[in-house]
């Protein structure tokens, strides 16, 4: 298959030709639109940019070089150790890729992906390719078409395919049109594992097949942690390999440029004397030991200090720790709230994306007894409550709360699930206990009795894409809701919630069939990922809780008296919705119960003679 491509690049890149670049008809605009999956700009610019001088040395290096001015198609793996500044180089990078200097040595359309683990949207590596085809096809509408026959016969699924996604980004870099394409990728290391492997296997395949046909399509920088498993699938090809963290010397360089700037804008901003200021800059540079998060954090608490009299600096001099684990002991020790505090960093650990300001403000607040909006006791600065809570170890930017580093969680979370933490705070977070605290909140704003008397109600006549606006609307009113009704269910699962506990009733509640509120989540929820399709009429608490895999609330609801058998426009059936969504155990317990298989407008009543049907569906 790859050699059958890089063939028919050859062959077109032979017969190269300048095309008119045609604006994207109405079915063109959709596709775009759904390869619009992740707010990839935002993302990029997470990071701050680099001090001025800096990273001269990665411009510079041999195997860079060798990457800008190799003539066919090569692929640069940027490794370095956690904390040593990848990201923003990579962020450097795609600005300076896209600077008119580099575009007259090196032009091409340029496309990035930062992964972050903190993210559902940012850790899978289909995101990556929906955002990179997105910004290839933005900069060059004539490639569209070859994402429009998968997207014809798949919709917007073809979106979450990794196989069919690949097949496009071949197809469209094989068009003689397309032109050089230049992808900086940040973090591999930070994508999911299911799709990690996918992505590299894919693209150290294409790297070698485009080297030996000497095609020049497509240039890849790729940075990541020094992980054996990533290597030695990079090992596979001929990947150019810049091990960063051997870059000693010219980290610690970058390193003091760093701390020199730093130091003189809080010396400017705070009177310090220049004895002051060069033995504070002195102790940095000493113990940073090539990690750029360790000096900006310590230049934060300095920043953020009460007192900068010499003598109180001379103190805090002294006691600077001098490894990361111990700068984020110092910073959790200042808590004077241990409670919320954990709260706030269990509930931003576990959480799939990252939430807003006004969400953490609601998420803190809220009660088992509240039962409206009104009656939260919300924080009049939550900023300011984020930041007394928890420092330096989480920052606030646009207004989303994010821990300060993927080490930060790192240090915090226990995932040997022992319950044998280092210290108060050091791998103290279990991660079922942080999915539990999320879901009690997600399912007591659920809850609230605005979503049973003024629920929303969405024609069924209206196109799901023609709903997505009510549905906006609506969930701007009611702050937590987006997140509570898309993420409840996955909290649930993950923090193993069983009948035997409290919040199990609650949940059950949320799935009450004749309530409002089941209906008000569950059309939020559906219209985020299926935003084209026909919303599902007529479901019942049975076949939500089946579609969503929820196992015990399944078992629950059939002993209160739920009927299995009852039909629905959520894939006909609770028995049907759970084969579809592959939850195996849920099929077992209704197939128990006496669930009957609808399949192509037949019933089946004997166990086998359906069993073909469902472990296909479930396996």
Known sequence: MVVGWCCL????????????????????????????????????????????????????????????HEQESSLLWVSADPGCGKSVLASFLVDELKSPTSQSELHGTVCYFFFKDDNEKQNNATFALCALLHQLFTANNSLLKYAMTEFKKKDQKFTEEFGSLWYIFMSALADPNCGKVICVVDGLDECGKSTQQQFIESLVTFSSMLRKEKISSLKFIVTSRPYPSIERQFKQSQTIRLKAEDKTDDINSDISLVVRARVGSIASQRSLT????????ERLIRDADRTFLWVSLILKMIEDSARVSEMALEDMIGSIPSALDEVYQKILQKCSDHEHARKL???????????????????LSIRPS????????????????????????????????????????QFLVNNLGDGLGQGVWKNSLLPMDSNLTIALVCIRYLLF????????????NERTYDMKSQVDSYTKNHVFLDYAAKYWTTHIQEAKIGKELE???????VLDSGSMRLLTWFQVNWIADNIYY????????????????LSAAVERLIEKGADVNVRGDLHGSALNAAAFRKHRSVVITLLKAGAIVYLFGNEYKNILQVSGYCWHSIK
């Not at 220049?274 to 800059?281: C, G, M, R, S």
């Not at 026909?534 to 895999?549: D, H, W």
């Open 534 to 549: 026909k919303l599902p009429q007529n479901v019942t608490g049975l076949m939500v809780a089946s579609y969503f895999g």
């Open 449 to 460: 009795a605005v979503f049973e008397t003024e629920p929303l109600v969405l024609r069924a």
């Open 503 to 509: 919040v199990f009733d609650s949940a059950l509640e």
């Open 345 to 363: 960093l269990h509930i931003v650990v576990a959480a799939i994306r990252p939430l807003t300001l006004d969400e953490i403000n609601v998420a």
């Open 274 to 281: 220049p004895a002051v200021q060069a033995k504070l800059e």
């Open 9 to 68: 690049i050859a062959f077109r890149l032979a017969n190269r030709c300048i095309l008119a670049d045609p604006k994207p008809s109405d079915p063109e605009l959709k596709c775009l639109h759904y390869l619009y999956t992740s707010d990839y700009e935002s993302n990029w610019r997470r990071n701050p940019p680099r001090v001025e001088g800096t990273l001269q040395w990665f411009l510079d290096h041999a195997q860079y070089q060798h990457w800008r």
């Open 370 to 409: 509240d039962r409206s909006h009104d009656q939260l006791d919300l924080e009049p600065s939550i900023d300011t409550t984020v930041k007394d809570l928890c420092g330096l170890f989480v920052r606030v930017k646009d207004s989303m709360v994010f821990l300060v580093h993927q080490t930060a969680k």
